[in-house]
């Protein structure tokens, strides 16, 4: 549960930053990119239940990229006012993705993770 409340911060924090930085990610309000990182943070922290591990961990960062940057592109049409370009999304799931691996090894080190697998017998 640690890693859910880690990610529910950093993710709107890494979305917001990017629609400051980035040129080609443009939300007409404060809101939507924080929306946006809600929506990550729900979807990667179940990713992350479901599949981070020791050896699994590359792999998982990358579907976090992957699924981060269609998040953003996707979900940002269903802002009205909103926009941001193929490589706005990927530089922003490049984002998302840095703060991610800072947040996998932390919880691969403090055996956080795989704490709650659904997957036992």
Not at 2 to 21: Q, T
């Amino acid at each position: 549960m640690a890693g859910f409340i880690v990610k529910i911060i950093i993710c709107p924090i890494a979305i917001l930053f990017a629609s400051w930085i980035l040129p080609n990610v443009n939300f007409s309000s404060w809101y939507q990119p924080i929306i946006l990182g809600v929506v990550i943070a729900l979807v990667g922290y179940f990713m992350e239940v479901l599949m981070l591990r020791r050896d699994t961990n590359w792999l998982a960062t990358l579907l976090d990229f992957l699924v981060a940057s269609a998040i953003v592109y996707f979900g940002s049409l269903i802002f009205i006012n909103s926009y941001v370009s193929f490589w706005g999304a990927v530089f922003t799931g490049l984002i998302v993705a840095i703060t991610e691996v800072f947040q996998h090894y932390w919880l691969l080190r403090s055996d956080r993770a795989g704490d709650e697998d659904p997957v036992t017998d």
